[in-house]
Nanobody
Framework: QVQLVESGGGSAQAGGSLRLSCAAS????????MGWYRQAPGKERELVAT???????NYADSVKGRFSISGDDTMKMLSLQMNSLKPEDTAVYYC??????????????????WGQGTQVTVSS
């Protein structure tokens, strides 16, 4: 199994910056990819960014050029640097990890793992 613990977040004004971190423990050698999702009140959870390896990242169009995801090959720590924040970035942010390298080795590796979520609030 994989455990994810998020930190960071909080409040910022529009145009400001925040940094989120996600610490992974347990079967991290099973992880092929990690990422961040967010969910705003009354809206569905949406993908923010993913990290598969250094240089292999993807971003939602809404955050491109403003957010930067980073990690390393150990898949034990993931960060999301959020710059030029907008009120519409307000949401609960969740770290997610995909244990695809251990797929077929047990039911605990057949689904992604989620962190508990951390609130980000951006005021105008």
């Amino acid at each position: 199994q994989v455990q994810l613990v998020e930190s960071g977040g909080g409040s910022a004004q529009a145009g400001g910056s925040l940094r989120l971190s996600c610490a992974a423990s347990g079967d991290t050698m099973c992880l092929s990819k990690m990422g961040w999702y967010r969910q705003a009140p009354g809206k569905e959870r949406e993908l923010v960014a993913t990290f598969a390896a250094v240089g292999d990242t993807n971003y939602a169009d809404s955050v491109k050029g403003r957010f930067s995801i980073s990690g390393d090959d150990t898949m034990k720590m993931l960060s999301l640097q959020m710059n030029s924040l907008k009120p519409e970035d307000t949401a609960v942010y969740y770290c997610v990890a995909y244990p695809e390298y251990c797929s077929g080795s047990g039911r605990e590796y057949e689904h992604p793992y989620w962190g508990q979520g951390t609130q980000v609030t951006v005021s105008s």
